[in-house]
C-alpha cells in the first residue's frame, strides 16, 4: 500500500461492454515504462485502469514468451487492457483468442505506433493508411473474442491524410467499443502538438467512448482537457514517466525529495519482485532518472543509480545522500524525443 499517493475520487464511470471504468485520468500505454510495477504504482496512484505496453500479435502467434511474459499482471491493475499491433487479419485474430485467455478485461488495437518498423508495414499507425482492411481486422477480432475490443488511433497519417472521421466510422461499423485518440499525426511523431480541437470534434460525432491524449503535463490540465473538450477521460503518457503523483492531483513540485526517495524504493522493490535481481534494477534505471528529474544537484547521484548494477550498493547510494535540492526552473517532463522506437529493438 502506498501511503504518499492518496487515490483521487472520481465519480465518473465510463462503460466499455461490461466493463467499468471509473475515473478519468490513465497511464498511457508506453512500451518500456507501463510494464506490471509501473501500472500497480499509478492505479494506485488514481489511474483509473490499466494498459499494457503494445505486444506483436507475430509474436504471440508464434509463442513468444518474451511476447506472452509482457502480458503478466495483478489483479490490482483491473481493468486491465492488453495491446497488440499487427497487421495480418488472421494472425491478429488468433493472437486475440490466445490472450483472451490470459484474462485482460479488454484488448486494444494499437493504430497509433509511428516508428518506421511497424507503420511502413501497416501495423501501428499503418493501420490507417487503409479504413476498409483495418475494418475487417476489427469485425474479426470482434467476433473470435468475448471482451470488449477498443483501439487507439492518431488523427492520420500526414496532414494531407486526416481521415479520423472515415476511421472512427469504420471503427464504430466495425463493433470498436472505445476509441483513445492521440492528437498527431503518424508523420508528426512526436513533433509539433496534439491537436485538441480535432479530438473535441471526434468526440462531437463519436458514438463510442473517446479518451483524448497528447502533452498534458498536470492532472489540473487533465481535468481542463476534460473539461474543454468534453471526452470521456485523457490518457497521460511521458508527463506521468516518473511521476505517479500526476494521477492524485499532486503537483510534483509539491513532493519533498525523500517522499521522490521513498517511492523509488517503492518501485524498485516492485520492480524485483516481478523481474528478479538485477534486471529488474537495470530495468528501473529509465525510472530512476526521471524521478529524479527536475531537481538541481543530483547529477552525481543520478550517475551512480543508472550505472550500478548491484541493489545493495543503489540503495546506499541513495539512502547517503542528503538532499540539499532545489527544483530546477524548466520543468521538463514531457517534453522529450522518447518514443516507441527506443524499446523495439
Ligand atoms: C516511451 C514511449 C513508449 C510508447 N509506447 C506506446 C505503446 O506501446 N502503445 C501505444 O499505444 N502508445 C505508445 N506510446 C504513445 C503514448 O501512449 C502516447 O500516445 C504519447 O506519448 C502521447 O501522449 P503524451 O503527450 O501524454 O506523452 C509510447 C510513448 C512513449 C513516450
Given at each position: 500500500?502506498?501511503?504518499?499517493?492518496?487515490?483521487?475520487?472520481?465519480?465518473?464511470?465510463?462503460?466499455?461492454?461490461?466493463?467499468?471504468?471509473?475515473?478519468?485520468?490513465?497511464?498511457?500505454?508506453?512500451?518500456?515504462?507501463?510494464?506490471?510495477?509501473?501500472?500497480?504504482?499509478?492505479?494506485?496512484?488514481?489511474?483509473?485502469?490499466?494498459?499494457?505496453?503494445?505486444?506483436?500479435?507475430?509474436?504471440?502467434?508464434?509463442?513468444?514468451?518474451?511476447?506472452?511474459?509482457?502480458?503478466?499482471?495483478?489483479?490490482?491493475?483491473?481493468?486491465?487492457?492488453?495491446?497488440?499491433?499487427?497487421?495480418?487479419?488472421?494472425?491478429?485474430?488468433?493472437?486475440?483468442?490466445?490472450?483472451?485467455?490470459?484474462?485482460?478485461?479488454?484488448?486494444?488495437?494499437?493504430?497509433?505506433?509511428?516508428?518506421?518498423?511497424?507503420?511502413?508495414?501497416?501495423?501501428?499507425?499503418?493501420?490507417?493508411?487503409?479504413?476498409?482492411?483495418?475494418?475487417?481486422?476489427?469485425?474479426?477480432?470482434?467476433?473470435?473474442?468475448?471482451?470488449?475490443?477498443?483501439?487507439?488511433?492518431?488523427?492520420?497519417?500526414?496532414?494531407?491524410?486526416?481521415?479520423?472521421?472515415?476511421?472512427?466510422?469504420?471503427?464504430?461499423?466495425?463493433?470498436?467499443?472505445?476509441?483513445?485518440?492521440?492528437?498527431?499525426?503518424?508523420?508528426?511523431?512526436?513533433?509539433?502538438?496534439?491537436?485538441?480541437?480535432?479530438?473535441?470534434?471526434?468526440?462531437?460525432?463519436?458514438?463510442?467512448?473517446?479518451f483524448g491524449n497528447g502533452d498534458i503535463l498536470s492532472y489540473k490540465q487533465a481535468k481542463e482537457r476534460?473539461?474543454?473538450?468534453?471526452?470521456?477521460?485523457?490518457?497521460?503518457?511521458?508527463?506521468?514517466?516518473?511521476?505517479?503523483?500526476?494521477?492524485?492531483?499532486?503537483?510534483?513540485?509539491?513532493?519533498?525529495?525523500?517522499?521522490?526517495?521513498?517511492?523509488?524504493?517503492?518501485?524498485?522493490?516492485?520492480?524485483?519482485?516481478?523481474?528478479?535481481?538485477?534486471?529488474?534494477?537495470?530495468?528501473?534505471?529509465?525510472?530512476?532518472?526521471?524521478?529524479?528529474?527536475?531537481?538541481?544537484?543530483?547529477?552525481?547521484?543520478?550517475?551512480?543509480?543508472?550505472?550500478?548494477?548491484?541493489?545493495?550498493?543503489?540503495?546506499?547510494?541513495?539512502?547517503?545522500?542528503?538532499?540539499?535540492?532545489?527544483?530546477?526552473?524548466?520543468?521538463?517532463?514531457?517534453?522529450?524525443?522518447?518514443?516507441?522506437?527506443?524499446?523495439?529493438?
Amino acid at each position: 500500500m502506498l501511503l504518499l499517493l492518496k487515490e483521487m475520487k472520481s465519480d465518473k464511470i465510463t462503460k466499455i461492454g461490461d466493463v467499468e471504468i471509473k475515473g478519468d485520468v490513465i497511464l498511457a500505454p508506453m512500451a518500456g515504462i507501463s510494464d506490471s510495477p509501473y501500472r500497480q504504482i499509478c492505479r494506485e496512484a488514481g489511474s483509473a485502469f490499466a494498459y499494457t505496453e503494445f505486444v506483436s500479435t507475430d509474436g504471440i502467434s508464434h509463442g513468444s514468451k518474451k511476447s506472452i511474459d509482457l502480458f503478466r499482471f495483478s489483479n490490482a491493475e483491473r481493468p486491465i487492457f492488453f495491446q497488440i499491433f499487427g497487421n495480418k487479419l488472421e494472425v491478429i485474430t488468433e493472437a486475440a483468442k490466445i490472450i483472451e485467455e490470459l484474462g485482460p478485461d479488454v484488448i486494444d488495437m494499437n493504430m497509433g505506433c509511428s516508428v518506421a518498423k511497424v507503420a511502413h508495414k501497416g501495423s501501428g499507425a499503418g493501420m490507417l493508411r487503409d479504413p476498409v482492411n483495418t475494418g475487417k481486422i476489427i469485425e474479426s477480432v470482434r467476433k473470435a473474442v468475448n471482451v470488449p475490443v477498443t483501439a487507439k488511433i492518431r488523427i492520420g497519417w500526414d496532414h494531407q491524410n486526416l481521415n479520423y472521421r472515415e476511421m472512427v466510422h469504420v471503427l464504430q461499423e466495425s463493433g470498436i467499443q472505445a476509441i483513445s485518440v492521440h492528437g498527431r499525426t503518424k508523420s508528426m511523431a512526436y513533433t509539433g502538438l496534439a491537436d485538441w480541437k480535432i479530438i473535441s470534434e471526434i468526440k462531437s460525432f463519436a458514438k463510442v467512448p473517446i479518451f483524448g491524449n497528447g502533452d498534458i503535463l498536470s492532472y489540473k490540465q487533465a481535468k481542463e482537457r476534460i473539461a474543454e473538450s468534453g471526452v470521456d477521460a485523457v490518457l497521460i503518457g511521458r508527463a506521468a514517466i516518473g511521476n505517479p503523483w500526476i494521477f492524485s492531483g499532486i503537483d510534483k513540485e509539491n513532493v519533498s525529495f525523500s517522499e521522490i526517495k521513498n517511492m523509488i524504493v517503492y518501485h524498485l522493490n516492485l520492480m524485483l519482485e516481478f523481474y528478479g535481481s538485477p534486471f529488474g534494477l537495470l530495468l528501473f534505471r529509465k525510472h530512476v532518472s526521471k524521478y529524479l528529474k527536475g531537481y538541481f544537484g543530483v547529477s552525481e547521484l543520478r550517475n551512480k543509480l543508472v550505472t550500478s548494477d548491484n541493489v545493495d550498493a543503489f540503495l546506499g547510494y541513495l539512502s547517503e545522500f542528503n538532499p540539499d535540492v532545489t527544483r530546477s526552473e524548466s520543468q521538463e517532463f514531457a517534453n522529450e524525443m522518447l518514443s516507441c522506437e527506443t524499446y523495439l529493438n
